[in-house]
């Protein structure tokens, strides 16, 4: 008896412990102790690497593969092939590639490179290293690799350089030898051709040597800076060293970025609560640009627990804006931003870069097949986020660049990889603009407040994952309890459109037969708005087959439910008894992307 009572009890005790469990997924971990020593006038640098590599997959690796990134500048390199065969060219890159001058390229050496102490062989391949290793590394064991290494900071160009258009003078991302992702999937050893980073988790113990002018502004915390302090170089005597050692530490990120500028002025406010400390570092240079800057501290504040409350908690202790960079580029407990901007366009861009630490440095699906996954999603909240500080919606704003893409038959499928669009163009709107639709059109199909616990649930569930696209399906349609794959394909692995239409309505003996028509091949379910002549309104809500359910009413009025509409059948007929319709529409919330929308509205 005892020993079927203990046995009951095990099982029981099994079956709550696989109710109460996250979905998982196996990660590789890396730990990088990094030390750098800087020459800032011929904008090169020495460095020494060691990392410890924890192999967790179920896989013995017999190769392992490094980014280089700053090789990516230089004369004929993937990058400046690709950007001068493209109609469309970013703005910061064009032609300059192929002009740089010796001192002006980028490049990073690898000088020795061993693994616990053997050496190894290794190949460079343009922007990646190929390293054979001396010893196989087995599932759930480690490895330390050695390196000494060398390299030129490019002049800037595309995120990362030396004296941007503001006059920063480092602007230091991807500047260090980087470990590949390898995943269920294996190696992801992608190429720098323009975009899109994907890495393993991991803690970086990082000193960067450099002249004792600079300020120093970067990912983690800095352990010295009661030591260094802040502005240090305003307080120069003659006992004051040539070069300063910043020492920073971070844990559990996927890369690590720093800047420096001898005029940086650095601000701190601090989130109530247990809220992170957020660091400003930028140029006063104009009292205008300072007025700016005070003011973004006060907004971002406001912003700040918006962001925890819809996104999830930000799980780190410290986050940087810093000036610097091409433009707007988020990195783990930081963003590098252009700071010379209108307060609007600096708050915009800050928001946007801020709340790709959910989607990007939390969540981090791989970028280079699930751009839109990080871009779109970072998107829709920083549109959101930014009409809770202006009290306005711009949730609908991408809609209309996604409509002229189409139109100009410029639309590729956003499950191409994101450096192989055939335009920036189609890139852009795609992963952004569509990437935001997809978010905002999935609360028209389940409704708001069912796609907005599912983004929290998500991130809960998802976090320091790397989630994929099936995984976010699976949390919406738990959460819903529809089914989504259908929408998914003929969004993300198609270019087919939605364009619903009204053919009719007709009004015989005391009712009116009411006539649809999908013009486009995307199936969607379909809300429609009765006005009659009384000026009262009712909602009629057309389920689609494939979903196998309904989401609940999220207006007001009253709503019929019609039968489902199947997805082959081009039109749909329905009749509306008593009351004459004064106008009938198809969609008036606007969030599902109907192409032609003269066509959704009709008054008697």
Known sequence: MKIVIFITLITLNLVAITTKAQPSRWQQAVSYEMEIDMDVENHQFTGTQKLTYINNSPDTLYKVFYHLYFNAFQPNSMMDVRSRN??????????????????????????????????????????ILEVTLDKPILPNSSTLFSMDFEAQVPVQIRRSGWMNAEGIEFSMAQWYPKMAEYDYKGWHSHPYVGR???APWGDFDVKLNIDSKYVVAGTGVLMNADKIGFGYAEKKTKKTPKK????????????????????????????????????????????ELVANWKKLQESVKKAYPFMEKNFGKYPYSTYSIIQGGDGGMEYPMATLITGKRNFQSLLGVTIHEMMHTWYQMILATNESYYAWMDEGYTSYASSLTSGYLADKDFTLSPYDGYFNLVKAGAEESLSTHSDHFNSNRAYGIGSYGKGAISIHQLGYIIGQDVMRKGLLKYYNTWKFKHPNLNDFVRIMEKESGLELDWYYEYWVNSTKIIDYGIESVENLNGKSIVKLQRVGKMPMPIDIEVTYEDNTKEMFYIPLGLMRGEKANETALKRTQLQDWPWTHPTYEFEVKGKKIKTIEIDPSQRMADLNRENNKLQK
């Open 86 to 127: 493209l109609p469309d060219p970013d703005k910061r890159v064009k032609d300059r590639i192929l002009h740089l001058k010796e001192d002006e390229i980028g490049y990073q050496k690898v000088k020795k490179l061993t693994q616990n102490g053997a050496k190894l062989k290794y190949e460079v391949e343009g922007t």
């Open 196 to 198: 899109e980073f994907y």
């Open 244 to 287: 300063f050692a910043w020492h920073f530490k971070a844990e559990n990120v996927h890369d690590f970025v720093w800047a420096a500028d001898p005029d940086y002025k650095h601000d701190i406010i601090k989130i109530s609560g247990d809220g992170p400390e957020i660091h400003f570092f930028y140029q006063p240079e104009s009292d």
